[in-house]
Nanobody, 119 residues
């Protein structure tokens, strides 16, 4: 079983920065790809950023140039650096990773962390 623990959310003023972390623990062979999603009240969950096992990244148009996804395999952690935050970035952010386990690649979700950007 693999657990994902997120941290780094909070309240920040517009223009500020936050860094989210998603740390994987438990029994797995290796880290793989994954991404960050967000869901604002009354809206559908949307993909924010992804990173592959070879560190290829992709971003939603709304965050391109402001957010950066990265990983530290030694710490089994994926990060989302968020700069120039806007009130419309307010949402619950969740990580979604696909570690390689003894049963093959499996998908896991973090518990979610609230990001609130005040104007």
């Amino acid at each position: 079983q693999v657990q994902l623990v997120e941290s780094g959310g909070g309240l920040v003023q517009a223009g500020g920065s936050l860094r989210l972390s998603c740390a994987a623990s438990g029994i797995f062979v290796s880290m793989n790809g994954g991404g960050w999603y967000r869901q604002a009240p009354g809206k559908q969950r949307e993909l924010v950023a992804t990173i592959t096992s070879r560190d290829s990244t992709n971003y939603a148009d709304s965050v391109t140039g402001r957010f950066t996804i990265s990983r530290d395999n030694a710490k089994n952690t994926v990060y989302l650096q968020m700069n120039s935050l806007k009130p419309e970035d307010t949402a619950v952010y969740s990580c979604h990773l696909f570690p390689n386990t003894i049963f093959g690649e499996q998908a896991y979700w973090g518990q979610g962390t609230q990001v609130t950007v005040s104007s």
